[in-house]
């Protein structure tokens, strides 16, 4: 498992990076993929190391993809008044000072 595990880690980063552009999300994806395959293992023990490896990569894509999903069907809400009145922000304090004054 430690090997196929190890062999797949390039393709967990690949995937991160394609799916859900964040490199940190590899970590969490083969995590869930050697649980995944963990199970897998306990079921069909007399596997070959090459079918672990495609097991495991092809848990890694899966779960890549739903997690990407998972993001974009994310509610957004809002106006564009209340995404401006974000980006303007407060005045600096020299500028409220002369605002006062006058």
Not at 17 to 45: F, K, P
Not at 46 to 75: F, M, P, Y
Request: include cysteine.
């Amino acid at each position: 498992m430690e090997a196929a595990a190890n062999a797949a880690w390039p393709y967990a980063v690949l995937c991160a990076w394609t799916y859900l552009n964040d490199h940190a999300a590899a970590h969490d994806i083969m995590d869930l993929s050697v649980e995944n395959v963990s199970g897998y293992i306990s079921r069909h023990a007399d596997c070959s190391d090459k079918k672990l490896l495609s097991r495991t990569k092809s848990v890694i894509k899966r779960r890549a993809q739903q997690e990407a999903a998972k993001r974009n069907r994310e509610i957004q809400f809002g106006s564009l008044i209340d995404m401006e009145k974000l980006y303007i922000g407060q005045p600096e304090a020299e500028q409220r000072v002369y605002a006062n004054r006058t």
